[in-house]
């Protein structure tokens, strides 16, 4: 085997090994990294972002968290492969800045098609606050493919966009873990 096969095996595995263990999700983490903190620091002070806290993206999990975990997990897996973590690190903390709750948005103002439409709310809002590159700007824009129909230019839009699913699918596991248990615990207690 090649030294470079080899080399991305163990990468591979060590990759496998980090996603699987859960202590990522918790964001704490990541404000103890000081090499990731110093790439996103204005974005996490500012109050536009800090705003996504009253915004619940899945299940308990709200944008601001969703962003931070998409982020943080996309930061990582572009560190471990030699690509532009910082860019990672800075799309996917705003990835998601449409500034709704997208659960009630259909009814107030009959826009059925968020999936399709919030990543470029989402780019216009990040652009007025922030400076971004052109690989940002793609990424954000990007990252709901293929839902929507143009695939990300970059290769970390592409971590971006499998890390956001990740995120997503753990989120609403998280919830529906959480209602199988309350109703098992209301079954022990006689209350079904
Ligand atoms: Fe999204
Ligand atoms: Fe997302």
Redesign the pocket.
Known sequence: MGQNKFRTKIMKRQLQRWVSDASWMVHRNSFQDQEYISCVEDILDSSVFQSMNQYIQHGHTTCLEHCVQVSYLSYRICRLYGLDSRAAARAGLL??LFLYDWHTVAKETGNHFHGFT??RV?MNNAQEHFTLTDKERDMILK??WPLTVIPPKSREGFVLMYA?KYCSIAEVGKRVQGGVQRRVIRLAAGRS
């Open positions: 990835h998601d919030h990543p989402a990252h709901m956001d």
